[in-house]
């Protein structure tokens, strides 16, 4: 069965530190999201992105944070300069259709613990 | 039930009796809800939605209840099972597009 995979698994960085969070969707998806949930909290959505553009992005989406689908495969997540709140899991996600009833599949994440 | 912060609230039942679990969104508003499965070291997993024009919805051993007067979704699985054992939570969109707002989520312990 096909799913979104996630690297790395866990990432830790020092304050300050730029950070890239990568994600192979499934293959024939033309939809990605990614998500963040800090330890213990919500799962809160960041932004979503299709045809090499952002669609939405939440208030958490700041400039601090990019997205890119540099190649036919990846998609990442960029966050230029950590800080301590953004220790949190990052979920990739990937759905075939848009709108909100499109089923997202959701990667493994990658936990990002920033120091 | 509901919790903010570290303690998510926890379910226990034995496997083979029913589970229902509870949620209440935010906005009367929202149109569309999810529930996501989220086992441990994983991601979300949709299990079952639900549109805001319908009350009740059922998937395999799955069925999701709507109550929008109160803004109160349900949760209720069938025999569960050890698999089941789980955080749930439910999201909720507000706009049709892809920003959903999720729960805080409920922790399903299947009891042998």
């Known amino acids: 069965e096909p799913e979104v995979t996630q690297t790395p698994s866990h990432q830790v960085t020092q304050m300050g530190q730029e950070v890239i969070l990568r994600c192979v969707p499934i293959?024939?998806?033309?939809?990605f999201y990614w998500y963040r949930q800090i330890l213990g909290q919500k799962v809160e959505f960041l932004v979503s992105?299709?045809?090499?553009?952002?669609?939405?992005k939440s208030e958490i989406f700041d400039d601090q944070f990019s997205v890119e689908r540099p190649d036919g495969s990846n998609f990442t997540l960029k966050i230029r300069s950590t800080k301590l709140e953004d220790s949190a899991m990052y979920f990739c996600a990937s759905s075939g259709t848009r709108g909100a009833s499109s089923e997202q599949y959701f990667g493994p994440g990658t936990r990002l613990t920033v120091t | 039930g509901e919790s903010v912060g570290l303690h998510l609230p926890t379910l226990s039942v034995q496997e083979g009796d029913n589970s229902i679990i509870n949620c209440a969104y935010s906005n009367s508003a929202s149109d569309y809800f999810i529930w996501y499965k989220q086992e441990s070291g994983k991601g979300p997993q949709f299990i079952i939605d639900?549109?805001?024009?319908?009350d009740k919805r059922q998937g395999q051993r799955v069925t999701v209840l709507l109550n929008k007067t109160v803004k109160h979704l349900s949760l209720q699985i069938a025999a569960t099972q050890p698999g089941d054992s789980a955080v749930y939570f439910c999201?909720?969109?507000?706009?049709?597009?892809?920003?959903?707002?999720f729960g805080p989520g409920t922790r399903l312990s299947v009891l042998p």
């Open positions: 999201a909720e969109n507000l706009d049709y597009g892809q920003n959903f707002v």
């Open positions: 293959s024939n998806h033309l939809y």
């Open positions: 639900i549109r805001s024009n319908m």
């Open positions: 992105f299709y045809n090499n553009e952002i669609s939405e």
